[in-house]
Nanobody, 128 residues
Framework: VKVVESGGDLVQAGGSVRLSCAAS????????IGWFRRIPGKEREGVSC??????????AEPVKGRFTISRDNVENTMYLYLQMDVLKPEDTATYYC????????????????????WGQGTQVTVSS
């Protein structure tokens, strides 16, 4: 399984960033996948997640209405995106994509220990 994020940037408050994640090596029919972040000085937390079973998306309360998760399957790779709009300085964090192959139904907010495969992270910095 391979998970690789990209797209992190330095932007001004109110701006937008689109993160991308390329995930491969598992069945694209059964999985949970999502975005997490580590804000400096805080624990890693779930930002948004979705699953193959129903395609519904979950968003953490601080990002609802500003972030949008989407996905696209191309051959054997899933591309997961996180469109981040109206960014705030408090969104500054390292953002991670993580996959939970197998499709076991999971609760929300997502538990970090249920996501087995993680990317290396991509930095988003929002200046005021």
């Amino acid at each position: 399984v391979k998970v690789v994020e990209s797209g992190g940037d330095l932007v001004q408050a109110g701006g937008s960033v689109r993160l991308s994640c390329a995930a491969s090596g598992f069945s694209l029919d059964d999985y949970n996948i999502g975005w997490f972040r580590r804000i400096p000085g805080k624990e890693r937390e779930g930002v948004s997640c979705t699953s193959a079973s129903d395609g519904r998306a979950w968003y953490a309360e601080p990002v609802k209405g500003r972030f949008t998760i989407s996905r696209d399957n191309v051959e054997n790779t899933m591309y997961l995106y996180l469109q981040m709009d109206v960014l705030k300085p408090e969104d500054t964090a390292t953002y991670y994509c993580a996959a939970d192959p197998g499709g076991t139904p999971r609760g929300v907010p997502p538990r970090l220990d249920e996501y087995k495969y993680w990317g290396q992270g991509t930095q988003v910095t929002v200046s005021s």
